[in-house]
């Protein structure tokens, strides 16, 4: 599994720097580096995958009623999708009842379908692999833009998406089998042939 440290390394050697030991925070490209590490993981995460979206259970404040919604989530919906509308949405740390116009929420429990921010370090390693090289080529873009190290780190990058969309439709087909029973159910499924129908994501924008 890669580290921080092995992302800042590499786009360290896009420039031609010597490898880092240990993330060393004065030097000149690391502060920036982390910075695209990051902002990659949380671009990648944002679109919710197999592995990091969950059902969770909230229940409001004793005292004010209100959900505290935690800062490793990214975004929140309704897990009862019989509802014609939804009720809740997410505003800054809590959750926002729309039909009432107030963060007063009155059901309890409440039951979200999340998307949580995993650390990078504890990502599937094919998410881990592509987040590195959407780091690593705005990095590259920010710094060298070397039109042939960008094309290369494109490709790579791009290889890396099909790849990591293939492995979530696996996953999410392999969890709807486990989870449902056989008979009628499967006949609800529609064939995805050929590439995943996730969006792209731009990778030309510094």
């Known amino acids: 599994m890669a580290t921080e440290l092995d992302v800042i390394n590499e786009m360290l050697g896009t420039m031609g720097e010597a490898p880092l030991n240990q993330l060393d925070e004065d030097h000149p490209f690391v502060a920036a580096g982390r910075r695209f590490l990051d902002t990659a993981n949380r671009r990648l995460q944002a679109k919710g995958w197999w592995f990091n979206k969950e059902l969770l259970k909230f229940v409001p404040d004793a005292s004010s009623s209100f959900v505290y919604i935690p800062s490793d989530i990214m975004s929140v919906r309704e897990s009862d999708v019989r509802r014609c509308r939804f009720r809740y949405i997410q505003r800054g740390d809590r959750l926002y009842d729309l039909s009432n116009s107030t963060f007063e ?40 833009a070397d039109p042939q190290k960008t094309e290369n780190l494109k490709q790579e990058f791009a290889d890396a998406w099909i790849t990591l969309n293939a492995e979530h439709t696996r996953q999410v087909k392999a969890n709807f089998i486990h989870n449902t029973s056989v008979g009628g159910k499967l006949a609800l499924v529609s064939p995805m042939g050929g590439r995943s129908r996730l969006p792209y994501p731009g990778i030309g924008v510094r």
Do not use: C, G, K, M
Request: aromatic fraction near 10%.
């Open 105 to 144: 929420i009155t059901e309890n429990p409440v039951y979200l379908d999340v998307v949580r921010l995993i650390p990078f370090d504890e990502l599937d390693h094919l998410a881990q692999n592509a987040v590195a090289l959407q780091a690593v080529l705005r990095f590259q873009l920010h710094y060298d």
